[in-house]
């Protein structure tokens, strides 16, 4: 009943319902003029309705110039306060107070270009890559260097913006003084060398903007700017620096609090080799759960010690709640801000309010949360777990006055997905799934035994089971459907979501290996630990699906060799972001991939390979492991023409891609039986 995560909590001028902030983000949801679009009022409508203290809109440009997302919030003059405040409406009716990020560009516009840049510009019209020095480009590789007047007239862009948040309504104000920024680019120690004006301060333009906001809004309104307080990098700020230098300033200044982040996206030597500075930002699927709950308590002391109180927000890879009451304890953070997790599912703070935990949909942080593209490559913020987020009000689910019998083949991923979605519209689902147990590859594909976060995988397949058997849905496993158990039922709908199967190759002796057991796929070695590979030296093929087992394999200590017959290694699609990480423990480990390398043949104990240089080799080994890749399992379309059945194809059994797709592809078509 005393969940420190709803405790309410009063800063200097605000009192906070719960400890759980949506964080700024940016969600590329405007107009194409930066006005606010109801696609926008419904996304920050779901997460005030999923009980959060506040919910702060994300990123909003000051000035058009400094535009790195065509479909960035603004906020450049008083017309702009209208359609704001239709969405600080619908945060307030649902009792959360609202927040919003001020942002100007700096050294980031230009990122995501497609297209050869002029020095100094963005990829978007009018906009421009600038900073201090210009001598850590982030966007546009070829920047200027922001002059002082400019510097000036942006002290006044950034307060109008202010006045005009709070005219439409905000409760507070948050900057952008972060992630390469300009403000943040000036207040960095790498970034901001050589200047002969007064910017050679490096936090004089925050603090201008700072006062002048106070200026105009009132030295009572409340401000919590989100800072880099640690840049993490090579010769750059750390904490201590921050808090002698910063956070002193801060203070006097009244702020309400910080937003505490310790990354940045400089092109700079980080501290520590193993997670970057830009991996204290985002962090990536390998960074460590709670990775910033160090330098968040550090911080905190360094506070206490210079007899600063000041409210901290923490984040950054805090997904379920036991890690946000890690964040929010003793010596650490006064709030969680939540950024991926709000939005594979906002409504986890009233979940925890109501005593619903085991419903919150965990974050993964598997792949791109960003089904339509990324934010900085002309995409727009979502969940590939969440398909309802950035389409909350269009998505949502409606009884239907026409019930209708749907037959889903498969229940992994879109499998249940589409289940769920159809019972909730209240349609006749029964799920028939071939094998024991519901999940399809999402089941096995985080059984590595070395490899960090991997239990992440398993959350989206435990939350799909759960709601699976909350909604009553009739499910027969080991039952595989045929075509002539459909023909016979005459079934309204019929939805394959059988997945994909390994693309094995026709090579000489292969079938005979994997029937004995010498060669095994990747799915029978992460799907069956009770059958563990024998003893000795193994042989893995398939490098672009199976680099992370291979990795896994070579860090307990297995002796392997990884061939791929590609030239050049191409990972599967869900391992883009992980590769950095992968890399730099594949060397640590002495793993090598051998490129252009094909299977000739396969005997008991050896495997032949031919080399990209003509070589033959004969292998000696204990197992032949393959990892082909993935061809789409359809063993229904074209077989049910004119049935008076409508067949829908979803995820792998399409095309191979990623559980994301299938979810997507199951959430809409079930939306539109």
Not at 93 to 102: D, F, K, P, T, V
Not at 342 to 356: A, H, Q, V, Y
Not at 412 to 435: N, P
Not at 495 to 518: C, E, N, Q, Y
């Amino acid at each position: 009943m005393n969940d420190p995560l709803l405790e309410p909590f009063k800063t200097k001028n605000l009192t906070f319902k719960n400890r759980m902030v949506h964080a700024p983000t940016t969600m590329n949801m405007s107009d194409d003029k930066g006005y606010v679009t109801r696609q926008a009022v419904g996304a920050y409508e779901s997460l005030a309705a999923g009980g959060f203290g506040a919910v702060c809109v994300g990123a909003t440009n000051v000035r058009w110039d400094g535009l790195i997302n065509e479909r960035m919030l603004g906020i450049y003059d008083d017309t702009y306060i209208i359609s704001h405040r239709e969405l600080v409406e619908v945060i307030h009716h649902n009792e959360s107070l609202a927040g919003i990020q001020l942002f100007y560009g700096g050294l980031i516009p230009g990122v995501g270009a497609s297209f050869p840049l002029e020095p100094g510009k963005g990829w978007i019209p009018g906009t421009v890559a600038w900073g201090p020095s210009g001598k850590y480009p982030i966007g546009n590789q070829q920047p200027g260097v922001v002059p002082t007047e400019v510097y000036k007239q942006l002290v006044e862009d950034f307060a109008q913006a202010g006045r005009r948040a709070r005219e439409a309504g905000y409760d507070y104000l948050s900057y952008h003084f972060c992630h390469g920024s300009l403000p943040h680019v000036t207040l960095s120690l790498l970034e901001n060398q050589g200047r002969e004006d007064e910017y050679a301060d490096h936090f004089l333009f925050c603090e201008q903007i700072l006062q002048r906001t106070q200026e105009l809004c009132g030295k009572d309104f409340p401000l919590i700017p989100r800072m880099v307080c640690d840049e993490n990098y090579e010769g750059g700020a750390d904490i201590d620096y921050f808090v002698d230098n910063y956070a002193t300033r801060l203070h006097a200044l009244g702020v309400d609090g910080i937003d505490c982040t310790f990354g940045s996206m400089l092109p700079a030597k980080s501290r520590n080799p193993e997670v970057s500075s830009g991996q204290y930002i985002g962090g990536g699927f390998y960074v460590p759960n709670l990775v910033t709950l160090p330098s968040v308590k550090k911080m905190r002391a360094k506070l206490i010690a210079k007899g600063i109180d000041m409210p901290l927000m923490g984040s950054c890879n805090v997904n379920t709640p036991e890690q946000m009451r890690a964040m929010i304890g003793e010596g650490a953070a006064d709030f969680i801000a939540s950024c991926r997790q709000s939005l594979d599912d906002p409504d986890f703070p009233r979940k925890i309010t109501e005593g619903r935990e085991e419903e919150i949909r965990k974050s993964t942080r598997t792949g791109a949360s960003l089904m339509t593209g990324n934010i900085f490559a002309k995409g727009m913020a979502g969940s590939a777990q969440n398909a309802a987020f950035g389409r909350d009000r269009e998505y949502r689910i409606q009884k239907t006055p026409d019930p209708k019998r749907v037959y889903i083949a498969g229940g992994g991923s879109g499998g249940m997905e589409y289940a769920i979605t159809a019972r909730a519209a209240g349609h006749d689902v029964i799920i028939f799934e071939a094998s024991a147990e519901l999940g399809g590859v999402m089941n096995w594909a985080g059984n590595y035994k070395t490899l960090r976060n991997m239990e992440q995988i398993a959350y989206q397949t435990q939350w799909h089971r759960l709601m699976v058997t909350k909604a009553g849905i009739a499910v027969r496993l080991n039952t595989e459907l045929t075509v002539e158990a459909i023909l016979a039922d005459k079934p309204d709908v019929v939805v394959v979501a059988t997945g994909a199967k390994p693309a094995i190759p026709s090579v000489p002796g292969l079938d005979a290996a994997l029937a004995s057991g010498f060669a095994r796929t990747i799915d029978r070695v992460l799907g069956q630990p009770s059958d563990p590979l024998p003893d000795g030296n193994l042989v893995l093929w398939g490098a672009g699906e199976g680099i992370e087992l291979g990795l896994d394999l070579a860090q307990a200590g297995r002796i392997i060799r990884l061939l791929d017959p590609g030239e050049v290694l191409v990972p599967s699609n869900y391992l883009g972001s992980r590769m950095a990480a992968i890399n730099i423990w594949a060397a640590a480990a002495g793993l090598v991939t051998e490129q252009g390398v094909t299977l000739n043949e396969v005997r008991e104990g050896e495997v032949v390979v031919n080399h990209a240089d003509g070589r033959t080799e004969t292998i000696t080994c204990a197992a032949l492991i393959i990892a082909p890749g993935r061809v789409a399992n359809d063993p229904f379309s074209g077989k049910l023409n004119k049935s008076g059945v409508r067949l829908q194809v979803v995820g792998d059994a399409r095309t191979p891609r990623s559980y994301g797709n299938a979810i997507h592809e199951a959430a809409y078509l079930a939306r539109n039986i």
